[in-house]
């Protein structure tokens, strides 16, 4: 089955930093979404992306769609500590509407 | 708009028992819903689709026998944990979708144990 590479696994960095994630496909994918999920919580939607090359941004937050159509980076800028959470890309492929999650990304801001 | 609720919020069960849980749409009507399992610090892995007024599509490895979903109406699925054991203990979490060409929105979850 896709599965989706998610890194790094964890990050700790300080208040103010600027962060990166990415995620990566073994195969292609026409959505790539971003969550959030605190904890004992479900994932919240940041970002989400339907186009190869797309840039999107919500607030101190940039996402971008691969060319390839297989892989998707998420930005967060000017960390703050409400940003401490699990990050997770997830994508979808052909005309399916099920996604294919990443293994996460958990942050921790540092004051 | 576009909230999802659960219930419950958790649960504690005793080993072979049955345990429901609801997934409501509240303020949208949704054709699918859909149901995960996450696993501590573990990622969420689609259990089932579950589409209004028939079957759900149960993912590889899923027993739909164990894991009974109905979604009667619109804004309602429910899943049934059934016969529950300690290694289904798990976070439960479902997703709606307002329309074919919209994104899931995730309920809180529900936090199962089985002792």
């Known amino acids: 089955g896709q599965q989706l590479n998610q890194s790094p696994q964890s990050m700790f960095i300080q208040e103010g930093e600027d962060v990166s994630m990415n995620c990566t496909s073994s195969?292609?994918?026409?959505?790539w979404l971003w969550y959030k999920q605190d904890p004992g919580e479900g994932p919240v939607l940041l970002i989400a992306l339907y186009k190869a090359g797309e840039l999107t941004s919500n607030g101190r937050l940039t996402a971008q769609f691969g060319i390839t159509r297989k892989d998707s980076f998420l930005n967060i800028s000017a960390s703050i500590p409400s940003d401490v959470g699990i990050y997770f890309c997830?994508?979808?492929?052909?005309?399916?509407?099920?996604?294919?999650f990443g293994s996460g990304t958990q942050l921790t801001v540092l004051p | 708009g576009a909230v999802v609720s659960q219930h419950p919020s958790w649960v504690i069960c005793k080993s072979g028992t049955s345990v429901k849980i609801e997934c409501r749409s509240l303020d949208f009507q949704a054709t699918t819903m859909f149901w995960y399992r996450q696993f501590p610090k573990q990622s969420l892995m689609l259990m089932a689709t579950?589409?209004?007024?028939?079957?759900?599509?149960?993912e590889q490895g899923v027993e739909k026998d164990k894991f009974l979903i109905n979604h009667a109406s619109l804004t309602l699925s429910t899943l049934t944990v059934t016969s529950a054991h300690p290694e289904d203990s798990s976070f439960y979490i479902c997703s709606a979708s307002p329309g074919q060409d919209n994104e899931q929105f995730f309920g809180p979850g529900t936090r199962l144990t089985v002792l």
């Open positions: 997830a994508g979808r492929s052909g005309s399916a509407r099920q996604l294919t």
């Open positions: 579950s589409n209004e007024g028939s079957k759900a599509t149960y």
């Open positions: 195969s292609i994918f026409n959505t």
